[in-house]
């Protein structure tokens, strides 16, 4: 039963344009929602967090939205370059420390 | 400085075999998570231990699995018998206080024939 869900296993976006990734949940009883990103044969690396009290947060290309009315976030990556071909994770936390992501997206950025 | 380290990266073993699978964190880090890849499922967590003490095991999938972390530098994860089914992508990861933002390793390819 996953509490995150990640339904779009790829996207491919052209370079410059703007990236949008979603992952919906099922439970409001989160403290933190968080992005990872991963490149072949690597682990995952953390790119972006927003706390369940926030709508918003942004860092540099990557921002992380929230809708809690709808139970969904989005990672928006603009403008996208070749070098955030990835796969991106969403995660979340709740009230004990246990993180549960989801399966993830493969993202394309063509040049 | 080196970041989490993972061996073996690439294991093949048949069915029926033990398997262990290492990771050494980054110094310092108090916390130390286990997590499994596959394509059905995305990123489990199995495990976690903080201080060397393991906190939660309910994403360990079966009896056939068991970690230890013996000292703040080593854990390992074991997996006798194995199964196909294990085959997966097992990942290591360690961060400090901060659980949210965690250093994960190169991860160790498993295949079960």
Known sequence: DQQVKQNSPSLSVQEGRISILNCDYTNSMF??????????????????????????????RFTVFLNKSAKHLSLHIVPSQPG?????????????????????TSLIVHP | ???????????????????TLRCKPISG?????????????????????????????????????????????????KIQPSEPRD?????CASSLGDWRTQYFGPGTRLTVL
């Open chain 2, 87 to 91: 085959s997966a992508v097992y990942f």
């Open chain 2, 29 to 77: 880090h108090d916390y130390l998570f286990w997590y499994r890849q596959t394509m059905m499922r995305g990123l489990e967590l199995l495990i976690y231990f903080n201080n060397n003490v393991p906190i939660d095991d309910s994403g360990m999938p079966e009896d056939r699995f068991s970690a230890k972390m013996p000292n703040a530098s080593f854990s390992t994860l």
């Open chain 2, 1 to 19: 400085d080196a970041g989490v380290i993972q061996s073996p990266r690439h294991e093949v073993t048949e069915m029926g075999q033990e398997v």
């Open chain 1, 84 to 104: 955030d071909s990835a796969v991106y994770f969403c995660a979340r936390s709740g009230g004990s420390y246990i993180p549960t992501f989801g399966r993830g």
């Open chain 1, 31 to 60: 403290d933190y929602f968080l992005w990872y990103k991963k490149y072949p044969a690597e682990g995952p690396t953390f790119l972006i967090s927003i706390s369940s009290i926030k709508d918003k947060n942004e860092d540099g």
